[in-house]
């Protein structure tokens, strides 16, 4: 684009290394590098990722977002250390507002464990700084194809519009202006906010799907590939209480899904990454990632990286809080081992091959190593042993059932709160119990309408309720929706 040439910044730009300039596929590792080299060689210092427990938000159970440690420079509560920074942060989606888990493993994008890339300014520079680097980034450094990429802006920000016409060269109808929340970015009901430009790759018109503000905006054609936010405001309780005092910028880019792009896949499980762990699992159960089997070494792959890094973090399994989260994510994977058929603790074996991929990364991974395996064969030896109990219940409860038929409440939180059965575990052994000859087309009915957007920091996922499909007793949406603050009912039930 010929405006690149003519923003302020490109004269003084350092010369990174272009993942383009290469003959391989960028790995995971490779775009995760870029990324931080990039801004560090725009002043920014690179900061490596907080814990996924947080230190500075109780209301908070896990980091679901870059910005989350960087709060308090934000709002002005605390001075930071440097005007710029940028890292690559762990998140963890699984529970409270931002809850992925009942998807994760059937759609293309949802993880519970994901590394958010970001940038951030605290009152240093603002909008045409951040959206030029931005652009420079994913088409120079990144070489997306300029055509295949277009932007949201807030409704009336006519300011960012107009950076994105003299940066990109964009014309009109690729600068999409967005109304409400899609384009107005809150940490949560408290913390700093402000209306933000979202990047959009097109998959291409063999994946259906329209633009942003379209009506067929759910699709899976394009994709928020990097959210910059424009933090100006601040929230209490859900309404703007002030203005900050220095406008800053918070990014957020997910690693795994900009590696679909470049790695020219539509799914997170067929990147490089995800391919190995999932290599790891097909052998340790000696059967293959196809047909049905798929989703259940996807949830072993994704739930291997947040349980494990979960735990190198402090977290163990409990029956309440943060570890009540990491227990339910834990069993659901090895539901679906158990599913696969293997006959011993499968968890604790794929560890190496996690260390392996992300400990280089994450040194703090490596440390743990021996402690994580421990603690997911202790965990797998213990599930095992309420499973069959759990399946016998199951199995009486549904016999005689018919399409349409309803799973009754008890048996469903039972089934989920005394022996830690998954939702969607319990989901498709109703569905197979009661339709055999239309489960699979019924499995596939909730998760591809929760997956239809998923974007950074907002998943609409719909829960399962009788008006989209599941004929769902209530009692399914209390196991699936652990509160922030833990409960003590739910303190005294698992095994
Ligand atoms: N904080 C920006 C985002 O999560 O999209």
């Known amino acids: 684009?010929?405006?690149?040439?003519?923003?302020?910044?490109?004269?003084?730009?350092?010369?990174?290394?272009?993942?383009?300039?290469?003959?391989?596929?960028?790995?995971?590792?490779?775009?995760?590098?870029?990324?931080?080299?990039?801004?560090?060689?725009?002043?920014?210092?690179?900061?490596?990722?907080?814990?996924?427990?947080?230190?500075?938000?109780?209301?908070?159970?896990?980091?679901?977002?870059?910005?989350?440690?960087?709060?308090?420079?934000?709002?002005?509560?605390?001075?930071?250390?440097?005007?710029?920074?940028?890292?690559?942060?762990?998140?963890?989606?699984?529970?409270?507002?931002?809850?992925?888990?009942?998807?994760?493993?059937?759609?293309?994008?949802?993880?519970?464990?994901?590394?958010?890339?970001?940038?951030?300014?605290?009152?240093?520079?603002?909008?045409?700084?951040?959206?030029?680097?931005?652009?420079?980034?994913?088409?120079?450094?990144?070489?997306?194809?300029?055509?295949?990429?277009?932007?949201?802006?807030?409704?009336?920000?006519?300011?960012?519009?107009?950076?994105?016409?003299?940066?990109?060269?964009?014309?009109?109808?690729?600068?999409?202006?967005?109304?409400?929340?899609?384009?107005?970015?809150?940490?949560?009901?408290?913390?700093?906010?402000?209306?933000?430009?979202?990047?959009?790759?097109?998959?291409?018109?063999?994946?259906?799907?329209?633009?942003?503000?379209?009506?067929?905006?759910?699709?899976?054609?394009?994709?928020?590939?990097?959210?910059?936010?424009?933090?100006?405001?601040?929230?209490?309780?859900?309404?703007?209480?002030?203005?900050?005092?220095?406008?800053?910028?918070?990014?957020?880019?997910?690693?795994?899904?900009?590696?679909?792009?470049?790695?020219?896949?539509?799914?997170?499980?067929?990147?490089?990454?995800?391919?190995?762990?999932?290599?790891?699992?097909e052998d340790a159960t000696s059967t293959r990632a196809e047909g049905e089997r798929k989703p259940s070494h996807q949830v072993i792959a994704d739930h291997l990286r947040s349980s494990s890094f979960l735990i190198a973090d402090g977290v163990t399994p409990s029956n309440e809080g943060r570890g009540y989260v990491l227990r339910r994510i834990m069993r659901r994977a090895m539901r679906h081992a158990h599913l696969l058929g293997a006959s011993d603790p499968l968890m604790h074996r794929l560890v190496p091959t996690l260390v392996a991929e992300m400990g280089a990364a994450y040194p703090e991974l490596a440390r743990a190593q021996a402690f994580i395996e421990d603690t997911l064969k202790q965990e797998e030896i213990r599930f095992r042993t309420t499973l069959s109990k759990g399946m016998a219940l199951f199995d009486t409860a549904v016999q005689g059932f018919r399409p349409g038929d309803m799973l009754d409440g008890q048996t469903a939180f039972t089934l989920s709160d005394t022996y830690g059965f998954p939702l969607d575990l319990t989901r498709t052994r109703r569905a197979a119990a009661a339709f055999p000859s239309t489960s699979k087309a019924s499995r596939r009915r909730w998760p591809s309408s929760a997956s239809a957007r998923a974007r950074t920091g907002r998943a609409r996922a719909r829960r399962p309720t009788p008006a989209n499909g599941w004929p769902c007793a209530t009692a399914w949406d209390r196991p699936s929706s652990p509160a922030m603050t833990p409960s003590r009912d739910r303190a005294r039930s698992w095994p």
């Open 1 to 281: 684009m010929a405006s690149r040439a003519a923003t302020p910044y490109m004269a003084c730009f350092p010369k990174a290394p272009r993942l383009k300039a290469r003959d391989a596929m960028p790995s995971l590792n490779e775009i995760r590098s870029t990324f931080l080299n990039y801004f560090a060689a725009d002043g920014h210092e690179k900061v490596h990722s907080a814990p996924l427990v947080p230190q500075n938000d109780p209301t908070l159970l896990f980091v679901n977002a870059g910005m989350v440690p960087f709060k308090d420079y934000f709002t002005g509560a605390a001075k930071p250390p440097y005007p710029r920074a940028t890292s690559s942060q762990k998140c963890v989606r699984a529970g409270g507002k931002h809850n992925d888990l009942d998807n994760v493993g059937y759609t293309a994008r949802h993880l519970t464990f994901f590394e958010m890339l970001g940038n951030f300014s605290f009152g240093d520079y603002f909008k045409e700084h951040a959206i030029e680097r931005a652009w420079n980034l994913v088409t120079r450094d990144f070489d997306l194809d300029p055509k295949r990429l277009m932007v949201t802006v807030y409704i009336d920000d006519d300011e960012a519009a107009a950076i994105w016409k003299k940066v990109a060269g964009f014309s009109d109808d690729k600068i999409v202006r967005i109304a409400g929340s899609d384009n107005f970015w809150a940490m949560g009901e408290n913390g700093p906010c402000g209306p933000c430009t979202e990047i959009f790759w097109d998959h291409g018109d063999s994946v259906p799907g329209g633009p942003p503000g379209s009506p067929d905006e759910d699709g899976d054609r394009f994709v928020e590939i990097w959210n910059n936010v424009f933090m100006q405001f601040e929230k209490e309780n859900d309404e703007i209480v002030r203005k900050l005092e220095k406008p800053s910028i918070d990014t957020g880019m997910g690693l795994e899904r900009m590696t679909t792009v470049l790695q020219g896949v539509h799914s997170v499980y067929e990147t490089d990454l995800f391919k190995t762990l999932i290599a790891a699992s």
